[in-house]
């Protein structure tokens, strides 16, 4: 885009472009957003028919799979093959941003809500920074530091709520989410230096076929294959739209998001996931919303917003 000033009896070919950009980058972030947030709502439908997490994470990868070993082989097309070491990096990229963040994530929704999980998740980005400090030295600002207290303190909020009405198993729930979060936050911190020699696209699609395969695994060792067959039809289908419209689908969108605003509008914009998740799960779950649970969920989106637009000054 020409970063001449347009001509004032006009608007310029180029701000039009921007514009364009702009509202369609918005509109795909927040789809993306909503859709995945939409993830742990499904997977609550899904247990109301008896299956356990080691199954449905399973069925999941195994019809997710298909369209993340293409993006992985779109993305790689023309491309130097893969070295040992890179090999050795996305493997580790795939257990532990993929794998052990999805079934940790899907172990802590038995005991949980999807409101709870979705908060707990959302406290990923200061636990990068939190690493960043731990292993690099990285400096957290005072503004940071406060904004990590009020989004811990609105997760509190919650679980106190959760545990009056659901009782003390809320707890190991939210240890599981919580750690799956750990998980995924090791992912970002590592990812930095590979994604720059593989790109994006490719890593996402190589990473998330190792944690489909991961997952299959699991399922193989800790089932018999005949399980997979027993479940209800309704685990199937809901599956289904979990792999393609709550895995894949915003996967792409928030990456096509991110080429149009930004990944610093995107993250803004990934904070209606919590709301979404409230309202959906109130709506499609008969989940409890009680003031505690609203005030806590607003001192979440509100520590996460101030926490990523100091982060994103600073940068």
Not at 4 to 20: F, L
Not at 191 to 199: C, D, F, P
Not at 267 to 283: D, E
Request: proline letters at 3%.
């Amino acid at each position: 885009m020409s970063s001449s000033p347009s001509s004032p009896s006009a608007p310029s070919h180029s701000g039009s472009h921007s514009g364009s950009h702009l509202a369609s980058g918005l509109i795909l972030g927040v789809v993306g957003a909503i859709a995945f947030s939409g993830k742990a709502i499904i997977v609550k439908l899904a247990y109301r028919h008896q299956v356990d997490a080691v199954t449905l994470i399973m069925l999941r990868m195994v019809f997710a799979l298909p369209f993340f070993a293409a993006m992985a082989w779109w993305a790689s097309r023309g491309k130097a093959a893969l070295t040992r070491k890179d090999w050795l990096g996305v493997i580790g990229l795939g257990v532990s941003g993929y794998y052990l963040a999805s079934f940790l994530d899907f172990a802590g929704l038995v005991y949980i809500t999807a409101g709870l999980e979705r908060l707990v998740l959302y406290l990923t980005p200061t636990l990068v920074v939190g690493l960043g400090w731990l292993l690099y030295g990285q400096r957290i600002t005072r503004v940071q530091a406060l904004a990590m207290l009020i989004s811990y303190a609105g997760v509190l909020a919650v679980f106190g709520q959760e545990v009056r009405l659901q009782g003390s198993s809320v707890a190991w729930g939210v240890t599981l989410v919580f750690l799956s979060a750990v998980s995924y936050a090791i992912y970002l911190v590592y990812s930095g230096e590979i994604v720059r020699r593989l790109g994006s696209l490719r890593l996402v699609g190589l990473a998330t076929s190792v944690a489909c395969l991961c997952c299959m695994a699991q399922f193989a060792l800790l089932r018999p294959l005949s399980a997979a067959w027993e479940v209800a039809p309704q685990v199937v289908w809901l599956s289904v739209f979990n792999a393609v419209f709550c895995t894949v689908v915003p996967v792409l969108l928030v990456m096509m998001a991110i080429e149009r605003i930004g990944s610093s509008m995107v993250a803004q914009i990934g904070l209606i996931g919590p709301l979404s998740t409230v309202l959906m799960g109130v709506w499609l779950l008969d989940e409890p919303f009680t003031a505690g649970i609203a005030i806590g969920t607003a001192l979440v989106v509100a520590g996460i917003f101030v926490f990523t637009r100091a982060g994103a000054r600073r940068g």
